[in-house]
C-alpha cells in the first residue's frame, strides 16, 4: 500500500510520534492507523520505561482550588525546556484537578485510577506524554486540603496550599505570599517537637563565644538564642514581609485562623541546581 504524506501526518497528530517512526509504523502494518497507532504505542512505552531510569529533578509546582477544597502538586521531568512545555504543563494542572477533587489516598492510588476526562489510567496517561515529550516524568507528590483554601504558585518553582476557618480572599493571597518568601516550618510554636528546640540548645551552648561566661548567664543566653531561632520558623510569630512592624499573628488576628499550609519547593530533596526562588519571590513584593 502507498504511505502518503497526509497518512504520515495524521498518525503523527494522533500519536506525537516522530516523522520515521510514523511512516515505519504504517508501513510495518500496510497503512492500517489504528495498528500503526498501537505499534507506536508498545514502542512508546517501552521507550518510556527505559526513560525512567533518568533523574529528572525540573519540572512544576502547580495547584487546582475547586469549590470546596484545593490540592498542590509536584511534577517532575528531567529539563527546565521541558518544564515550560504547554503539554507537561497542561499534564501537571490536569493532575491537580484530578486530585482535588477525587481526594486520593496517595500518589499510588493517584496513578493507579481513571482518568475522568480520557478514560484510561493515570499512570497510562504519563507514560504516553513521556513518549511523546521524550523525557522521564514523574509525579512526585500531591497535597490535599477541604474547607477554605487559597494557593500560590512563584514561576512553577515555589507553591503554597493553605486552609483557613474564614474566607477573606485578600488576606488568605497574602498569607500564601508570606509563605512562599518566609518559608515557616511550623503555624504555633505548639508544633515544634521538643527534640528541635534541644537540638538547637545543645547547638548554642557549645558556641565558643559562651564557652567562658558563667553558666548561669549562658544559660540564659542561650534560652534566648533558641527563643530567636523558634520565632523564625513559626509562621505566627514571622514578621509579615509587605509590613514588617507586625506579625502574621497580629495580621490576622480576629479575622481568621490558619488550619494547614503546606510549601513546595521544586525539586527539594533531589540532588540539582538550587535556586534561590524565596528571594526572588521577595523581590517580587517590594516591587
Do not use: W
Request: glycine share 6%; with cysteine; hydrophobic share 40%.
Amino acid at each position: 500500500m502507498n504511505i502518503t504524506a497526509q497518512m504520515v501526518k495524521e498518525l503523527r497528530d494522533k500519536t506525537g510520534a516522530g516523522m520515521m517512526d510514523a511512516k515505519k509504523a504504517l508501513v510495518e502494518t500496510d497503512g492500517d492507523m489504528e495498528k500503526a497507532m498501537e505499534v507506536l504505542r508498545q514502542k512508546g512505552m517501552a521507550s518510556a520505561d527505559k526513560k525512567m531510569g533518568r533523574i529528572a529533578a525540573e519540572g512544576v509546582v502547580t495547584s487546582s482550588i475547586q469549590d470546596n477544597c484545593g490540592a498542590m502538586v509536584e511534577l517532575n521531568c528531567e529539563t527546565d525546556f521541558v518544564a515550560k512545555n504547554e503539554e507537561f504543563k497542561e499534564l501537571a494542572n490536569g493532575l491537580a484537578e484530578l486530585v482535588a477533587t477525587s481526594n486520593p489516598a496517595d500518589v499510588d492510588a493517584l496513578l493507579a485510577s481513571t482518568c475522568p476526562k480520557c478514560g484510561k489510567v493515570v499512570s497510562e496517561v504519563i507514560k504516553e506524554k513521556i513518549a511523546s515529550i521524550g523525557e522521564k516524568i514523574t509525579f512526585r507528590r500531591f497535597v490535599r486540603y477541604e474547607g477554605n483554601t487559597a494557593s500560590y504558585i512563584h514561576n512553577g518553582k515555589i507553591g503554597v496550599l493553605i486552609e483557613t476557618d474564614n474566607k477573606d480572599a485578600e488576606l488568605m493571597n497574602d498569607i500564601c505570599l508570606h509563605i512562599a518568601s518566609s518559608a515557616p516550618e511550623f503555624i504555633t510554636r505548639a508544633e515544634i517537637p521538643q527534640s528541635v528546640i534541644d537540638h538547637e540548645t545543645e547547638v548554642e551552648m557549645g558556641k565558643e563565644d559562651l564557652q567562658k561566661k558563667p553558666e548561669q548567664i549562658r544559660a540564659k543566653i542561650v534560652e534566648g538564642r533558641v527563643n530567636k531561632l523558634m520565632s523564625h520558623r513559626v509562621l505566627l510569630e514571622q514578621p509579615f514581609i509587605k509590613n514588617p512592624d507586625v506579625t502574621v499573628g497580629q495580621l490576622i488576628e480576629g479575622k481568621l485562623t490558619i488550619k494547614a499550609f503546606s510549601r513546595y519547593m521544586l525539586g527539594e530533596g533531589l540532588e540539582k541546581r538550587q535556586e534561590n526562588f524565596a528571594d526572588e519571590v521577595m523581590s517580587q513584593v517590594k516591587g
